[in-house]
């Protein structure tokens, strides 16, 4: 008997060797990709690199320096406070024109079925397509936007040059591109809700505006804070849309943070100056992100 | 109130047939935009840019797409968008189920500590390291390669995550029961894990594909010639090939390149719309 259980102890390290050797590549890689270039971005703000020169120098605090003392020189307020907009407009085209959408789309037949789809279908267009697109449709002179207004007796508008309505162009491709997303999100929760909620409820003479704010908005309330948190993560992050849109112009007027670090590094080469902003800015997400974790534990209905 | 056959009163029949027509229009100021780059794509030249409006192409040549792969080498650029991208499905899938296996079945030590470190890899995006990754690239030679391109796409944590929540679903009496027939533990995976979790996987296969079909921020940073060009960066590069007015003249052949860009990932979309929407619900609820 002895040599069988020692038989099996054998197995069972081998299968745990082997687990191990299966977890490794992901492992190696995320080192490689994410945790490596996250340390040297440390290191970087400590030099004075220039990606024009070959070789550099460590210059100990002088970045952040120049950061903390230039910050609204340096166009970081500015651009955080442009970035925080297009966030704030972002998470408010999904978590409430998602929401309407959802309810609008809400019910299971087969026609519904084939418009939310319709509706979902614009995340699945790349950026550079949708952007180009929305380029045409919002041109001052020619494009079918302005056409449409000018019928409806109104002005042509300069949708994307124009310091006032760039913002709001750029918020009109990505809500384009994203609502849908929302609006599923959304769908998928409230299917989950047991139809006995709301008929008793009815039962009981709730109208419809009652029964959606006693019973189905805070039962979603995991939901929206789901929404919430990931579009206002990913919307911080934006860059293809600005990019194809405007260029961050007119004046600055739509440069994201994502954009100043890209321009400050791949425009001026000061890569030393980039990884300061870009250590910041992470720093503010991984804030937010935790915080968010935090606040949520306490706050949300999860009763369902 | 009266009711009718079906216990709907006059109002509730009321209320959904207005649901019915905001619905409808909804549907189509969605769809409006696609529909425009379509029609814009087979426009001949003098009608593009008016003032009236035309919702309808004046013709269907094929004219402006013959145009588009002429004038930037779209089908090189074509090329290289699927060469990327089955490079990076097969190193992120492949090295994320084995990982998802050994994270849901491995009781190494320090399983948790390498599954936080996993984990934590999701708040460092891309768009605070990109400025690394490209020194990294251009210390090893790969700026402006297909290597330089797949780089930072070929692990993808939630992708671990969401598969790791779907084997650790399967009961481990059927791994128990494939391992007395004789399976390793590769076997285990290929026999067993993938097909029970088929449509977690063709999920997480799609949306690699999607996305990786659709970057541009990485690409437009690594790429400078179109021997490695990708379509997304090369449509902007075939809209740029014009200045000024003749920029927008050409719309109709930009728009083209715009509608074979997008076609393989609507495509995919429609034939397997099941599987996007019930992935994202599920990562959604967890």
Not at chain 1, 240 to 257: F, H, M, Q, R, W
Not at chain 2, 72 to 94: C, D
Not at chain 2, 163 to 187: C, H, N, P
Not at chain 2, 276 to 285: D, N, R
């Amino acid at each position: 008997m002895k040599t069988n259980t020692s038989g099996q102890k054998k197995r069972i390290k081998r299968s745990t060797l082997e687990e191990f050797l299966c977890v490794l590549p992901a492992v190696l890689l995320v080192m490689v990709t994410t945790y490596y270039p996250l340390a040297e971005l440390i290191r970087i703000s400590f030099t004075d690199w220039n990606l024009l020169r070959k070789d550099y120098n460590y210059v100990g605090l002088k970045n952040w320096q120049w950061f903390f003392e230039n910050a609204a020189g340096n166009n970081f307020y500015r651009d955080m406070g442009t970035t925080l907009m297009y966030t704030a407009g972002s998470v408010l085209i999904s978590l409430v024109l998602g929401m309407l959408l959802a309810l609008l789309m809400n019910r299971m037949t087969k026609g519904f079925g084939a418009m939310r789809a319709i509706i979902f279908l614009p995340r699945y267009v790349g950026m550079s397509s949708a952007g180009i697109l929305f380029l045409w449709i919002l041109n001052k002179d020619y494009g079918i936007a302005n056409n449409f207004l000018e019928l409806m007796g109104g002005p042509r508008l300069a949708w994307v040059t124009s310091k006032g309505l760039a913002m709001i162009s750029v918020l009109m491709l990505t809500g384009w591109n994203s609502v849908g997303y929302a609006m599923m999100i959304y769908l998928s929760a409230m299917t989950g809700i047991p139809s006995s909620y709301h008929e008793a409820a009815a039962l009981d003479g709730a109208t419809r505006s009652q029964r959606f704010f006693q019973i189905t908005l805070p039962l979603l309330s995991p939901t929206i804070l789901f929404l919430l948190v990931t579009t206002f993560i990913s919307s911080m992050k934006v860059f293809n849309a600005i990019d194809i849109l405007t260029g961050g112009g007119p004046y600055g007027s739509t440069e994201v943070i994502v954009y100043l670090i890209y321009q400050l590094g791949f425009v001026d080469y000061r890569v030393d100056r980039a990884a300061v902003v870009s250590l910041v800015f992470f720093a503010f997400l991984l804030a937010v992100t935790i915080l968010t974790m935090r606040w949520s534990e306490n706050k949300v209905n999860y009763d369902m | 109130m009266k009711k009718t056959f079906h216990g709907y009163t006059k109002k509730d029949k009321a209320v959904y047939g207005a649901q019915t027509v905001i619905a409808v229009l909804v549907t189509l100021i969605m769809i409006f935009p696609l529909y425009w780059m379509v029609v814009t794509s087979f426009k001949t030249g003098n009608v593009v840019l008016t003032k009236d409006i035309h919702l309808l192409p004046d013709s269907l040549s094929l004219e402006n797409y013959i145009e588009a792969w002429n004038r930037v080498p779209l089908g090189r650029y074509i090329f290289n968008t699927v060469i990327v991208t089955i490079i990076v499905m097969t190193i992120k899938i492949s090295g994320g189920v084995l990982a998802a296996y050994g994270f849901a079945r491995g009781n190494f030590p320090g399983r948790n500590i390498l599954f936080y470190l996993i984990l934590g890899a999701m708040m460092v995006p891309h768009q605070v390291t990109f400025i690394p990754l490209y020194i990294l690239c251009s210390r090893l030679g790969w700026v402006n390669t297909y290597m330089g391109l797949v780089l930072p796409s070929v692990v993808a944590p939630h992708f671990i995550f969401m598969l790791r929540q779907a084997f650790m679903s399967v009961d481990q009496s059927y791994i128990d029961a494939g391992k007395i027939d004789g399976l390793g533990t590769l076997g285990a995976i290929w026999y067993v894990m993938i097909p029970m979790c088929k449509a977690s996987l063709i999920t997480v296969s799609l949306t690699t594909f999607i996305t990786e079909w659709n970057s541009y921020f990485w690409p437009k940073i690594i790429t400078q010639t179109d021997a490695v060009r990708v379509l997304t960066v090369g449509l902007v590069h075939l809209r740029e090939s014009w200045n000024g007015e003749a920029l927008w003249l050409h719309t109709n052949v930009t728009m083209a390149g715009a509608v074979i860009t997008m076609i393989p990932a609507v495509v995919l979309f429609f034939i397997f719309q099941k599987y996007m929407l019930t992935g994202y619900s599920k990562t959604a609820m967890k």
